[in-house]
C-alpha cells in the first residue's frame, strides 16, 4: 500500500511516499529555517504563510521522486496534530482535497507518534511493544508503546520541552536557530562540569521532566555575566547545559525502563539527532541489557516519511478520517483516535 504523506505542523513542509509502513520512495522536505533564523525562533504566520507557498511543489516533487502519478496513490496521510495551528491547516487542507479529489481515504497521524515511527523506517523489523524517550521541540515524553496505536504516558515534561530550552538558551547566547544544533556545535572542546546546573526532580512523579528552572538559570547566568562584563566561555557554559538535559533525559527514561522491566527502547523526535545523548543513552542502555533503537539523522527533525509510517498502522487499525477532520494545536498522544 503506497501512502503519500502531507507534514506542516511546524516549520518544515513536507511530502513523502512510503509503501507499507516501511520503504520509502521519496522524502522530500522544504525547511524554512533560513526564513525564521532572522527571528531567533518560528513565526507562525509567517511558517503557514510559506507552507501555502510551497506544498503544491514539494508534493509534486515527491511524486517525480517516486516516479509515480497520482493515481498510483492508495491514500493520503496528514499530520493533524499537535502543532501550530495555521501551519497543521494548510497541510490539513490540502492533504482533504487530494483525498477528495482522488476518491481514496484520509488517515489521521499525530505528529508525535509519527517521531515514533521514524525508528519502523530506521529499523524495518522493529516492532511494539517497547519504551519510547520522545523529545521535540514542544514535547518531551516518555511513553509506553503497547501496539503501533496504543500508547502509555509514563512521564512528561510539566513546563518547557527538551528542545525549547536548547533554542531559548542559544538565542539568549546569540547562536542562533534551531538551538540544539548551535548549542551542540558550540559545546565542542567544552567543559562539561564548568557549570553546576539543576536536575529538577518530583518526589510523586520520578519519570517527569522539568526544564524551565533550568532554561531561567542558563539565561540569568548570561544576563549577570554580560552585565559584570565577564566574559562568557560560551564552549563551556554550551558543554555544560547540553551536558545536563542528555543527562536528565537519559536518567529518567533509563530509571523508567528498569521500573517497568523494558528492555526495548526507542529514541525520537528533533532532539534525538544530539550526539551527546545518543551516546549517553547507548553506554547506559547496554548497562542494563536493553537495545537501544535510533533513527537515522535525517529522520530525527520533522518529515512525511514518518508520518507516512505511522499511517500505515493507523490504516490497519481502521484510523480513516472523514472529509470533517479538523487541526488541533494540542492532543495527548495517547487519547487520539
Ligand atoms: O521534532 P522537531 O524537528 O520539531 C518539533 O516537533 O518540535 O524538533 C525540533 C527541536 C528544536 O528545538 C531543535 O533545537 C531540536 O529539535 N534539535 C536538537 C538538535 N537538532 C535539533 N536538539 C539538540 N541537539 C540537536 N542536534
Ligand atoms: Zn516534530
Known sequence: MKILAIESSCDETAC???EDGRSILSNVVYTQIAIHKEYGGVVPEIASRKHIEKIGDVVQTALVEAKLNKKDIDAVAVTYAPGLIGALLTGLSYAKALAYGLNIPIIPVHHLRGHIAANY????????????????????????????????IIGRTR?????????????VLGLGYPGGVQIEKNASGGNINALKLPITEFEDAPFDFSFSGLKTKMINYVHNSRQSNNELNIPDIAASFNYTVAKTLTDKFINAAKHYGQNKLVLAGGVAANTMLRDMLAKRAGEIDAKLHIPSISLCGDNAAMIASQAYYEYLSGN?????????????????E
Request: charged share 20%; net charge negative; hydrophobic share 40%.
Open 16 to 18: 513523502a511516499i512510503v
Open 121 to 152: 523506517l530506521t529499523d524495518i523489523y522493529l516492532e511494539p511493544p517497547f519504551m519510547a524517550l520522545i523529545v521535540s521541540g514542544g514535547h518531551s515524553h516518555i511513553v509506553q508503546v503497547n501496539t503501533y496505536t496504543d500508547y502509555k
Open 159 to 171: 513546563d518547557d520541552a527538551a528542545g525549547e530550552a536548547f533554542d531559548k538558551v542559544s538565542r
Open 320 to 336: 480513516i478520517a472523514s472529509e470533517d477532520l479538523n487541526g488541533y494545536a494540542t492532543m495527548p498522544i495517547d487519547l487520539c
